[in-house]
């Protein structure tokens, strides 16, 4: 049972626009919500997180998105550049434990 | 910040040997680690956790005697793949916390290629 879902496996975006990526969950328990980046034979990389008392967390370019009532996630890059292209994956935190990983979403940001 | 290192970047070796994985924190404690696997064009699966000191707790479905994890000192926690098969080529990431964000600090990964 997948308990992090991105049901977009890729996105193609314009520089300079807006990158909207999304992630769902089904655990309420949940306490951490993580976006990675990740290119092909590399560990991912931190990009942003919001805890899951909070529903909006800002850093730069990068701003995620948390509603806790629908369960549902988002990541905007604002404005998108070609050096945003990679993985991006969706990951949340059990109490304390382990992250649980989303099938990631492939940005495409063409300039 | 806190770095972990993953040795080494690739291996390939030959079908029935076995190939040891390093994770290594380096400049931090690491009581936790964590092995994850990617299939190609697919998420990250974890595999295990790994407690220093103690036995590593697998996920459902994983084979422990064939991934053998040994986490004997706080900086440095091992993946061992025995008698390895083609099926168990896949890229192999550790991780260890602290990370950034309340997340974990990642390894560069390994690639695994069994023939």
């Known amino acids: 049972d997948q308990q992090v879902k991105q049901n977009s496996p890729s996105l193609s975006v314009q520089e300079g626009r807006i990158s909207i990526l999304n992630c769902d969950y089904t655990?309420?328990?949940?306490?951490?919500f993580l976006w990675y980046k990740k290119y092909p034979a590399e560990g991912p990389t931190f990009l942003i997180s919001?805890?899951?008392?909070?529903d909006k967390n800002e850093d730069g370019r990068f701003t995620v998105f948390l509603n806790k009532s629908a369960k549902h996630l988002s990541l905007h890059i604002v404005p998108s550049q070609p050096g945003d292209s990679a993985v991006y994956f969706c990951?949340?935190?059990?109490?304390?434990?382990?992250?649980?990983f989303g099938a990631g979403t492939i940005l495409r940001v063409k300039s | 910040g806190a770095v972990v290192s993953q040795h080494p970047s690739r291996v390939i070796c030959k079908s029935g040997t076995s190939v040891k994985i390093e994770c290594r924190s380096l400049d931090f404690q690491a009581t936790t680690m964590f092995w994850y696997r990617q299939f190609p064009k697919q998420s990250l699966m974890l595999m295990a956790t790994s407690n220093e000191g103690s036995k590593a707790t697998y996920e459902q479905g994983v084979e422990k005697d064939k991934f053998l994890i040994n986490h004997a000192s706080l900086t440095l926690s091992t993946l061992t793949v025995t008698s390895a098969h083609p099926e168990d080529s896949s890229f192999y990431i550790c991780?260890?916390?602290?990370?950034?964000?309340?997340?974990?600090?990642f390894g560069s990964g390994t690639r695994l290629t069994v023939v």
């Open positions: 655990n309420s328990m949940f306490d951490y």
């Open positions: 991780s260890a916390s602290p990370g950034q964000g309340g997340g974990y600090t």
């Open positions: 919001i805890s899951s008392i909070k």
């Open positions: 990951a949340a935190r059990e109490y304390g434990n382990k992250l649980v």
